[in-house]
Antibody, heavy 120, light 110 residues
C-alpha cells in the first residue's frame, strides 16, 4: 500500500528555520516525483514545487523560488521542505503528494498534511 | 495560465451536479486535467485523473470530461450523497510544466 507520512505540526517564531518531512512507503521512492502543496488558512491549494528523488531534479513555482528548499534523501525514502527564515505568512498546512507518472502532471497519493504555525 | 471554478454549487441528494473549470488561455484539452476532493479537516484525495480516469476505489458516480468549445473541464457527480459535500479542485499545468490549481468549488448537498 502506497503511503506518504508527514512529520507533525510545528509552532515557530518569525525568523526561525524549519524542515518538514514526507516519508514514502509501499512503492519505489526513487521512481516517482514528490510535490509540495501549500494551503493557507481558509484558502485553496497552491503548488510550490516538485522533486524527482531518483536524481534530485527540482522545479519550483516562481513565487516560491528562493523562499523554500525542496530536497530528498533516497536512503530513507523521505522528501523535505525547508525554510531558513520563517515569516508569519508561512502559516499554512503543507501537503506532500506523489505525481502519477512521467506523463500525468497530477498527484495520485497525498500525505496527511503538516500544519506550520509561525507566530511571535 | 489560470483555472477558474465557480465558488460554490449546491444540489439535493440523489441529483446530479456538474462543476466547471475554465482555462484562461490556450487549449485546456492540450494538458490533462485532474480533480481532487477535500473534505473539511482532511487532505485532498484524487477523484479524476487524465481528464476522465477514475483511480481505483472512486465510485463511478464521479466522471470527468473536456469541452474544447468552451475551453473547460467538468466534474459530474451523479446520485449525490451527503458524503460528497466537500471542496473540489481542478488542476492542470502551464507551458512551463508548472502545476496550476483552480480556486476550488464548495459543494453543498442539501
Amino acid at each position: 500500500e502506497v503511503q506518504l507520512v508527514q512529520s507533525g505540526a510545528e509552532v515557530k517564531k518569525p525568523g526561525e528555520s524549519l524542515k518538514i518531512s514526507c516519508k514514502g512507503s509501499g512503492y519505489r521512492f526513487t521512481n516517482y516525483w514528490i510535490g509540495w502543496v501549500r494551503q493557507m488558512p481558509g484558502k485553496g491549494l497552491e503548488w510550490m514545487g516538485i522533486i524527482y528523488p531518483g536524481d534530485s531534479e527540482t522545479r519550483y513555482r516562481p513565487s516560491f523560488q528562493g523562499l523554500v528548499t525542496i530536497s530528498a534523501d533516497r536512503s530513507n525514502s523521505t522528501a523535505y521542505l525547508q525554510w531558513s527564515s520563517l515569516k508569519a505568512s508561512d502559516t499554512a498546512i503543507y501537503y506532500c503528494a506523489r505525481r502519477f507518472n512521467a506523463v500525468t502532471m497530477g498527484f495520485d497519493y497525498w500525505g496527511q498534511g503538516t500544519l506550520v504555525t509561525v507566530s511571535s | 495560465f489560470m483555472l477558474t471554478q465557480p465558488h460554490s454549487v449546491s444540489e439535493s441528494p440523489g441529483k446530479t451536479v456538474t462543476i466547471s473549470c475554465t482555462g484562461s488561455s490556450g487549449s485546456i484539452a492540450s494538458n490533462y486535467v485532474q480533480w481532487y476532493q477535500q473534505r473539511p479537516g482532511s487532505a485532498p484525495t484524487t477523484m479524476i485523473y487524465e481528464d476522465n480516469q477514475r483511480p481505483s476505489g472512486v465510485p463511478d458516480r464521479f466522471s470527468g470530461s473536456i469541452d474544447s468549445s468552451s475551453n473547460s473541464a467538468s466534474l459530474t457527480i451523479s446520485g449525490l450523497k451527503t458524503e460528497d459535500e466537500a471542496e473540489y479542485y481542478c488542476q492542470s499545468y502551464d507551458s512551463s510544466k508548472h502545476l496550476v490549481f483552480g480556486g476550488g468549488t464548495k459543494l453543498t448537498v442539501l
